[in-house]
C-alpha cells in the first residue's frame, strides 16, 4: 500500500465522466508523473485527492485517511501547486506565500527566504503584476518550503523558463532525497522522464498505463539504424518491424520490443557494419496511445 | 509626425464602440431615465407651489446644501427643483461613468498587455488614447443631447429649452472633465485599480470641497469642478459661460495626458509603483484575516456612506411636521398611529429603508466567497489545513460583526443629525432601538445568502431579488395597498414598528430561529458540495 492509493475512482459531472475507474497509487518516497492530454482528468483527479470535489464512486486514501472526509488532517501534511495560479490582486507574492505556509500550519522562515532568492521572485510585488511564470513561482515557493510529506503538482512548469524549471527540477530531488512523495502532472515529457520513478498515462478519464519507464518501455518499440555489407532483404516480411525508412547506406526502423531477438538474428546474416539503437522516448509511448485513439476513431468512422 | 501619431485612430474608435456597445448605451439609458423621471414625480408629489415652497423650506438646511448644493430656493419651482436636488448627484454618477469607461481602454488594457499588441500593429502613439477619449466624450455629448432635449421634451412648464440644454451640457461637461482626469492618471498610474482609485479620490475631493465652500465660503466652491454646476444656475439665469470653462479645463487635462502619453515608455508610469510588503501581517494569516483584507475598502466605503444617509435622513427631521402637513401621498406610507407626532411616525419607515439598505454590504461580504470560488482561488485555502466550516464560518462571521456595524453607523448618524436639528429630539435609544430591531431580520437575509452558497451556489444572485423585493413591497406597501401576506413574504415585514409599536418578541425569536436553521442548512451543504 502506498501513501497515496486511489480505487476505481468516478466522477460524473451531470452526465459526463471525467473520471472512471482510475485506479492509482503513489508509493512513499517516490516521484510519480501523471501524464495525459488536455481534458483527460489529470486535474479533476487531482481536485478529487484534494478532497476539493467530491467523489462519485471508487476510494481515495492518502495516509490512510479518506481524501472527502479527512481533508483538512490530510493538508496539514500535502503542498499544492495548481496548473492555473490565480492569486489575489492586490496583495503581494511575500503576503500571499505567508499565507499559504500559515494556513498549512509551520512556518520555515529561512527556507522561505531561500526559495525566493533561487527561483528568483520578486516578493514585494503585487499579485497583479505578476506574469503566469512568477505567479507559479509563488505557488512553488510556499509549497517547497513547506514541510509536507506529499508534494502535488499539477502542471507546475508551464510558464517557468529552462533556468527556473532546473531549479524546480532541484528542488524535487531534494524532497525526494528527504524520502517525501511526489505526484507531477505535466506535458513535459522529458520533465517526466527525468524525475519520475513511475508514470501514469490517463486518457480520457481512464488509465491505460501505469508502470516504471522501463516497464512501459517494453510496450513500446525500439529504434534502430541498421548498416549491413549485403542488402537487407525481408525485412518488411518480419512480424513486429515498423516504420521502415530507406536511406543512403542504411535502414531506420522500429522493432517491438517482444519481438527483438527474432529481428536481430535475421539482420546479423547480411553482416552487420554500424548499428545503433535508442530506447523508444515517453513521446513515443505517449504518441502511441494518441495514434492508437486515432486509429480507433478512423475505424468507427469507416 | 502628426500623421504617424494618430495613425490608424479610427479604426480603433471603431474597435472601442464595438467592444462597448451594451456597456455605453446601458450607462447612457440608466442616467437618461433617471434624469427623466424625477420631475415627472415631483410633479405628482408636489402638484403646488404651496407644497413645493415646504419642500423648499426643508431643503433650507446646512446639511441639505452640503449634499446637493444651492439651489433656487425662492422660486422653487419644479424645474429649480430637479436642477436643485437632481443635478449635482447625476453629475456625479456621469463622472464616475467616465472614469470607468475611459480606465478600461487606457490603462486597463495596457495593463492586461492588450495594448502591446495593438502598437505592435501600425498604430499611431497617440491612437488609443485619442480613440478612447473621442469614444467617452461622444458618449458624453450624447448623454448631454439626450438629457436635454429630453428634459424639455416632458413638456414642463418651468423647463424650458434653454434650461434644458444646459442642464444636459452641464452632466456631459462634467463628464468630459472627469475623462480629462482620467486619461492623465491614466498616464501617471501604472495600474488601472489606481487609476480608478485615484479619480474617484479626487470626485470625492471636489464634492468635498464644494460641500464645505457652498455651506462656509462660496469662493472655496469655485476651486471644484463640481462646484461649478450649481453656478451654472439651471433653469434660472442659465450661466452657459461655465460649459465653457469645463470644456476649456478638460482640454488642457487632455493635452497634458497627450504629451505625458507620447513620451513615456509603454506600460510605464510617471507615479513610482511603492513595493509592497514582502511579508504577511499577523492578521493576514488566517482565512478570516484574508476575508476581511480582500474586502476592506468596499466595507469603509459602505460604512462612510450608511452614516452619510444617517445623517441626511436625520438633518430633515426638523422639518418633518410642516412638509408632511396636507401632502396625503405621504402620510399614506406612514404608519397612521394616533398619539404620535407625524416624526415618530416617520421614524420605522426610514429604518426599514436603512436596514435594507444596510443588508447589501453584509451580503456582498459573504457573496465574495462564491466570487472568490469562481476565480479558483479557494482551492488555495482548501487545499491548505482549512475547512469548508471555518471558510465559510470566516465569511460568516464578517458579514454578522459588518451588519451591526452597518446599521449602528446608520442609526447612529441619524440621531446625532436628528438632535442637532430638532427642538425637542428623540432619545438615541428610541432611535437606535428603532434601527437594530431589524437585525434580526437583516440576519434571516445573510441566513438565505448562506443556504444558497451551500445548497444551490449557481442561484445565490437570487438574494439580491430578494432585497428589491423587500424595498418595494414594504416602501411602497402602505401606498399600493398591497395585501398583508406581500410583505409577510420578507423578513423585514415581521419586525415591529418601534417606537410607533411595542416590541414583540415572538416575531423577532421566531426570525432569529429562521436564520439559524438557513445557516447550518448552507453549512451542511458547503461542506457536501464540490467546489468550482
Known amino acids: 500500500m502506498g501513501i497515496l492509493n486511489v480505487t476505481d475512482l468516478t466522477k460524473q459531472f451531470g452526465k459526463f465522466t471525467a473520471l472512471d475507474g482510475v485506479d492509482l497509487t503513489v508509493n512513499e518516497g517516490e516521484v510519480f508523473g501523471f501524464i495525459g492530454p488536455n481534458g483527460a482528468g489529470k486535474s479533476t483527479t487531482i481536485r478529487v485527492l484534494l478532497g476539493i470535489i467530491k467523489a462519485t464512486a471508487g476510494q481515495v486514501e492518502i495516509f490512510g485517511k479518506d481524501a472527502w472526509k479527512d481533508a483538512v488532517e490530510i493538508h496539514k501534511r500535502i503542498a499544492y501547486v495548481p496548473g492555473d495560479v490565480n492569486l489575489w490582486p492586490n496583495l503581494t507574492g511575500g503576503e500571499v506565500i505567508d499565507l499559504f505556509l500559515r494556513l498549512r500550519g509551520g512556518n520555515n522562515k529561512n527556507k522561505r527566504d531561500e526559495l525566493i532568492e533561487m527561483f528568483d521572485l520578486d516578493p514585494s510585488k503585487k499579485c497583479r503584476t505578476y506574469s503566469k511564470g512568477n505567479r507559479q513561482k509563488v505557488a512553488l515557493v510556499a509549497a517547497f518550503s513547506s514541510d509536507a510529506d506529499l508534494y502535488i503538482l499539477d502542471e507546475p512548469t508551464s510558464g517557468l523558463d529552462p533556468l527556473m524549471e532546473q531549479v524546480f527540477q532541484k528542488c524535487v530531488g531534494r524532497v525526494k532525497e528527504e524520502g517525501k512523495s511526489v505526484l507531477l502532472s505535466s506535458h513535459i515529457l522529458s520533465e517526466v522522464e527525468k524525475l519520475c520513478d513511475r508514470i501514469g498515462i490517463i486518457r480520457q478519464g481512464k488509465m491505460i498505463e501505469t508502470g516504471t519507464l522501463n516497464e512501459l518501455r517494453h510496450l513500446t518499440r525500439t529504434h534502430l539504424l541498421v548498416e549491413t555489407k549485403q542488402p537487407m532483404k525481408g525485412l518488411e516480411e518480419l512480424s513486429g518491424v515498423h516504420a521502415l525508412v530507406e536511406m543512403e547506406q542504411a535502414l531506420s526502423f522500429q522493432v517491438d520490443t517482444e519481438h527483438l531477438d527474432e529481428v536481430m538474428k535475421h539482420i546479423s546474416k547480411f553482416g552487420v557494419l554500424k548499428l545503433e539503437s535508442a530506447p523508444p522516448t515517453l513521446e513515443d509511448l505517449f504518441m502511441r496511445h494518441y495514434e492508437n485513439n486515432d486509429n480507433i476513431k478512423a475505424g468507427g468512422a469507416s | ?532
Open chain 2, 1 to 532: 509626425m502628426e500623421r504617424s501619431l494618430s495613425k490608424n485612430t479610427g479604426f480603433l474608435l471603431r474597435f472601442i464602440g464595438r467592444q462597448d456597445r451594451i456597456r455605453i448605451p446601458l450607462w447612457l439609458l440608466g442616467i437618461s431615465f433617471f434624469t427623466l423621471v424625477v420631475p415627472v414625480a415631483f410633479k405628482d408629489m408636489y402638484p403646488t407651489q404651496q407644497e413645493r415652497d415646504v419642500m423648499a423650506k426643508t431643503m433650507e438646511n446646512p446639511a441639505m446644501t452640503a449634499m446637493v448644493g444651492n439651489g433656487n430656493l425662492d422660486h422653487y419651482t419644479i424645474g429649480a427643483m430637479t436642477a436643485h436636488q437632481m443635478l449635482l448627484l447625476t453629475a456625479v454618477v456621469v463622472g464616475l461613468m467616465s472614469i470607468l469607461l475611459l480606465t478600461r481602454h487606457t490603462r486597463g488594457d495596457e495593463e492586461e498587455g492588450r495594448s502591446e499588441l495593438i502598437h505592435s500593429l501600425p498604430v499611431g502613439r497617440l491612437a488609443n488614447l485619442m480613440a478612447a477619449c473621442i469614444v467617452v466624450i461622444g458618449t458624453n455629448v450624447l448623454l448631454a443631447l439626450i438629457t436635454g432635449f429630453g428634459l424639455y421634451a416632458l413638456g414642463i412648464k418651468t423647463m424650458n429649452l434653454e434650461g434644458s440644454l444646459l442642464y444636459g451640457a452641464i452632466l456631459g461637461g462634467t463628464g468630459i472633465i472627469f475623462a480629462g482626469v482620467t486619461a492623465l492618471f491614466s498616464q501617471l498610474s501604472e495600474n488601472s485599480r489606481s487609476v480608478i482609485g485615484y479619480s474617484i479620490a479626487l470626485l470625492i475631493i471636489a464634492y468635498l470641497v464644494r460641500a464645505v465652500g457652498d455651506v462656509s465660503n462660496k469662493a472655496l466652491s469655485w476651486f471644484s469642478p463640481l462646484g461649478w454646476i450649481t453656478q451654472a444656475e439651471v433653469y434660472a439665469t442659465n450661466n452657459w459661460w461655465l460649459v465653457i470653462l469645463m470644456v476649456g479645463v478638460s482640454i488642457v487635462l487632455f493635452l497634458i495626458a497627450a504629451f505625458l502619453n507620447i513620451i513615456r515608455d509603454l506600460e510605464a508610469g510617471f507615479l513610482p509603483s511603492r513595493p509592497g510588503k514582502e511579508t504577511a501581517s499577523l492578521v493576514l494569516q488566517h482565512p478570516i484575516g484574508l476575508a476581511l483584507k480582500l474586502q476592506r475598502t468596499g466595507t469603509i466605503a459602505w460604512a462612510l456612506g450608511l452614516f452619510v444617509i444617517g445623517v441626511s435622513y436625520g438633518s430633515v427631521l426638523g422639518d418633518l411636521e410642516t412638509f408632511f402637513e396636507g401632502n396625503e401621498m405621504l402620510e399614506n406610507m406612514l404608519v397612521d398611529k394616533a398619539g404620535y407626532s407625524m416624526t415618530e411616525q416617520f421614524i420605522p419607515m426610514l429604518m426599514m429603508v436603512i436596514a435594507i439598505l444596510a443588508t447589501v454590504p453584509p451580503i456582498m461580504a459573504v457573496n465574495k466567497l462564491l466570487g472568490e470560488e469562481k476565480k479558483n482561488r479557494v482551492d488555495h485555502l482548501l487545499s491548505k489545513a482549512v475547512s469548508r466550516s471555518r471558510l465559510l464560518g470566516s465569511y460568516l462571521i464578517i458579514a454578522i460583526i459588518n451588519g451591526v456595524i452597518m446599521l449602528s453607523l446608520a442609526a447612529v448618524g441619524l440621531w446625532a443629525a436628528g438632535t442637532a436639528v430638532m427642538d425637542d429630539a428623540f432619545s438615541f435609544w428610541s432611535i437606535y432601538s428603532a434601527a437594530i430591531v431589524y437585525y434580526p431580520a437583516m440576519l434571516v437575509m445573510i441566513g438565505v445568502v448562506v443556504f444558497l452558497i451551500g445548497v444551490l451556489p449557481k442561484l445565490a444572485s437570487i438574494i439580491w431579488i430578494y432585497i428589491v423585493y423587500s424595498f418595494f413591497v414594504l416602501y411602497l406597501g402602505g401606498l399600493f395597498d398591497f395585501p398583508e401576506w406581500v410583505g409577510k413574504l420578507s423578513p423585514f415585514g415581521y419586525i415591529p414598528q418601534l417606537p410607533v409599536e411595542e416590541m414583540e418578541w415572538l416575531p423577532v425569536s421566531l426570525l432569529l430561529l429562521t436564520a439559524i436553521i438557513l445557516m447550518v442548512v448552507g453549512f451542511i451543504g458547503y461542506n457536501k458540495r464540490d467546489i468550482g
